[in-house]
T-cell receptor
Framework: GAGVSQSPSNKVTEKGKDVELRCDPI?????LYWYRQSLGQGLEFLIY????????KSGLPSDRFSAERTGGSVSTLTIQRTQQEDSAVYLC?????????????FGPGTRLTVL | SQQGEEDPQALSIQEGENATMNCSYK?????LQWYRQNSGRGLVHLIL?????REKHSGRLRVTLDTSKKSSSLLITASRAADTASYFC??????????FGKGTKLSVKP
């Protein structure tokens, strides 16, 4: 079956513009995660969805970041008024979210460059 | 915030040699996972070791876990050029998310 897909794979934008990143999780995976990876760094957790609900949004870096998930499937991460420090690879992962099954399946990421 | 650190940050070896990477973490865990990342893009799950396990094997991979020292190691035996990648350990966060270290960049020279 298909893995996690993300689009676009690369996005170059100008400072101040809004961007929308998309994630299609593996079918049937109820849990969905967004992470951010800056150059040469580890992954920073941003937000988690169980179904369509995100119980805790405190991991989002600022109020310019928002995320939603509809139909328990596709998720979008929106960054408003982008800044140069938003440049990073944004990774989405999904999992079954059942006890004993902790493996997360990652998409290829979206590389965001803010000029 | 990051749970722990991998050591070394970078490792360069010849094909056929073994590669050992270490990971330390700070809080109690249910399990610890190792992931591999090629070219700064998507991560691939390698192996999961539970807190009540001390050692686990998968092909050329061997993972150990010492909960008393809050550390884990990943050994890749008989390395190949295709093993060149960054390797991350990860533990569980409060929301089921993974908390990653900064990774070890492994370079295997043919």
């Amino acid at each position: 079956g298909a893995g996690v897909s993300q689009s676009p794979s690369n996005k170059v934008t100008e400072k101040g513009k809004d961007v929308e990143l998309r994630c299609d999780p593996i079918s049937g995976h109820t849990a969905l995660y967004w992470y951010r990876q800056s150059l040469g760094q580890g992954l920073e957790f941003l937000i988690y969805f169980q179904g369509n609900s995100a119980p805790d949004k405190s991991g989002l870096p600022s109020d310019r970041f928002s995320a939603e998930r509809t139909g328990g499937s596709v998720s979008t991460l929106t960054i408003q008024r982008t800044q140069q420090e938003d440049s990073a690879v944004y990774l989405c992962a999904s999992s079954l979210a059942i006890p004993g099954s902790d493996e997360q399946f990652f998409g290829p990421g979206t590389r965001l460059t803010v000029l | 915030s990051q749970q722990g650190e991998e050591d070394p940050q970078a490792l360069s070896i010849q094909e056929g040699e073994n590669a050992t990477m270490n990971c330390s973490y700070k809080t109690s865990i249910n399990n610890l996972q190792w992931y591999r990342q090629n070219s700064g893009r998507g991560l691939v799950h390698l192996i999961l070791i539970r807190s009540n396990e001390r050692e686990k094997h998968s092909g050329r991979l061997r993972v150990t876990l010492d909960t008393s020292k809050k550390s884990s190691s990943l050994l890749i035996t008989a390395s190949r050029a295709a093993d060149t990648a960054s390797y991350f350990c990860a533990t569980g966060g409060s929301q089921g998310n993974l908390i990653f270290g900064k990774g070890t960049k492994l370079s295997v020279k043919p």
